[in-house]
Each structure stands twice: as structure tokens, then as C-alpha cells.
T-cell receptor
Framework: KAGVTQTPRYLIKTRGQQVTLSCSPI?????VSWYQQTPGQGLQFLFE???????NKGNFPGRFSGRQFSNSRSEMNVSTLELGDSALYLC?????????????FGSGTRLTVV | GESVGLHLPTLSVQEGDNSIINCAYS??????FIWYKQESGKGPQFIID?????DKRQGQRVTVLLNKTVKHLSLQIAATQPGDSAVYFC??????????FGAGTRLTVKP
């Protein structure tokens, strides 16, 4: 079966712009989580969506937002980009109904802010 | 706040040797733990998981040990191969809360 698909794979944006990243989970998975990965901070949790509702949220400023659609696909948006937003953005999907569900990650979107 | 952390940032082993990667966690409420492997240019790949009601779980060439008394998790890789070279992350989860990751350990396998 198809894995987690993230688009685009690479993105270059200018400081001050906004960006939207997309994540299509594994079919049947209802939970999508987003992470930011940087060399200095490692993998940091952004937010999790389950059945179109934000279930958990990390400690990121309001410039970072997300949503989930009825088909479980999710988007995250970053407004007023800063140089420090340059990172690999990963999404992970799971069935999301029990605490022990495995998470499957996509390959990520590499965002570079110049 | 609560955090998940790794003891060693880098580990170098000889091909064929066993590898042990360690992880400390501080959230006593965590009840599910996962090890991930991340190769360059890829997302983290699930290796093995363990629930808090278990002390040990084995997979193919990998074993995860959980010591709840000292809040310690380890990943053992038997007969380490060059393809095992990657960054390994432990992650912990508590109930329906989000999954939190440790800093990662880079494993290098020398031929």
C-alpha cells in the first residue's frame, strides 16, 4: 500500500512569505502529526490532527498552523517566514485510535528560507 | 518540562559487532516507546516498539529493553551491518498525547 506522501519535497522561500505544505496519510489512517527537524533542535512536535480536529499542539508560535480535511489529508501553513524556519518538515500518520498505534513518516519537505 | 534524551550523540562499531543505543526518559506517565531509524534524506523509519507493561521485546536482529525503575530504554542491534549506519531516535508517548523524540544517536558501522 502507498506510504505517507509529502509535497513538495523541496521548497525555497523568501523571508516574510508564507508557505503551505501537504501530507497525504496512509489510507485508513485518521491521525496526522507534524514535526520540524533541525540539526540544532532535533525533532520537535508541531501539532496532531485526528478526524479533522487538532488533538495536540506543540510549543510553536501562531505563525504555524494546520488543518485536516475529511479525507484525512493535512496541510500545514507557516506565515511570515523567518530564516530560522528553514528545516525538514515531517508528517507522520497513524490509525490514531489507540495510544500504541505505530506512526509512519513521510520523507519530508525540505524548506529553505532565504 | 518532561523530556526524552539520549546518553550518547555518536556511536561507532565494527561490522559484525553488537550495538547498544541508550535513551533516558523523564516522564513517568509514558506508556509507549518507539525506536526509529533515520537515514540521510529520508523520514524516520519504525524499528520496534514496546509498551510499558513489558521489559523486553525482540525483533529481527533488534531488541528493545525497558527499565521503568530508572526510566531507561535501550536498543540492541545484533551483528551490526553497514546498512545499519543511520541516526537512531527513541520516542515516547503518554496516552493520547503527542509523541516526543530524543535527540538522536548517530551510529557508524566500520567495515
Amino acid at each position: 500500500k502507498a506510504g505517507v506522501t509529502q509535497t513538495p519535497r523541496y521548497l525555497i522561500k523568501t523571508r516574510g512569505q508564507q508557505v503551505t505544505l501537504s501530507c497525504s496519510p496512509i489510507s485508513g489512517h485518521r491521525s496526522v502529526s507534524w514535526y520540524q527537524q533541525t540539526p540544532g533542535q532535533g525533532l520537535q512536535f508541531l501539532f496532531e490532527y485526528f478526524s479533522e480536529t487538532q488533538r495536540n499542539k506543540g510549543n510553536f508560535p501562531g505563525r504555524f498552523s494546520g488543518r485536516q480535511f475529511s479525507n484525512s489529508r493535512s496541510e500545514m501553513n507557516v506565515s511570515t517566514l523567518e530564516l530560522g524556519d528553514s528545516a525538514l518538515y515531517l508528517c507522520a500518520s497513524s490509525i490514531g485510535q489507540t495510544r500504541g498505534d505505530g506512526y509512519t513518516f513521510g520523507s519530508g519537505t525540505r524548506l529553505t528560507v532565504v | 518540562g518532561e523530556s526524552v534524551g539520549l546518553h550518547l550523540p555518536t556511536l561507532s562499531v565494527q561490522e559484525g559487532d553488537n550495538s547498544i543505543i541508550n535513551c533516558a526518559y523523564s516522564n513517568s506517565a509514558s506508556d509507549y516507546f518507539i525506536w526509529y531509524k533515520q537515514e540521510s534524506g529520508k523520514g524516520p523509519q519504525f524499528i520496534i516498539d514496546i509498551r510499558s507493561n513489558m521489559d523486553k521485546r525482540q525483533g529481527q536482529r533488534v531488541t528493545v529493553l525497558l527499565n521503568k525503575t530508572v526510566k531507561h530504554l535501550s536498543l540492541q542491534i545484533a551483528a551490526t551491518q553497514p546498512g545499519d549506519s543511520a541516526v537512531y531516535f527513541c520516542a515516547e508517548k503518554s496516552g493520547n498525547n503527542d509523541m516526543r523524540f530524543g535527540a538522536g544517536t548517530r551510529l557508524t558501522v566500520k567495515p
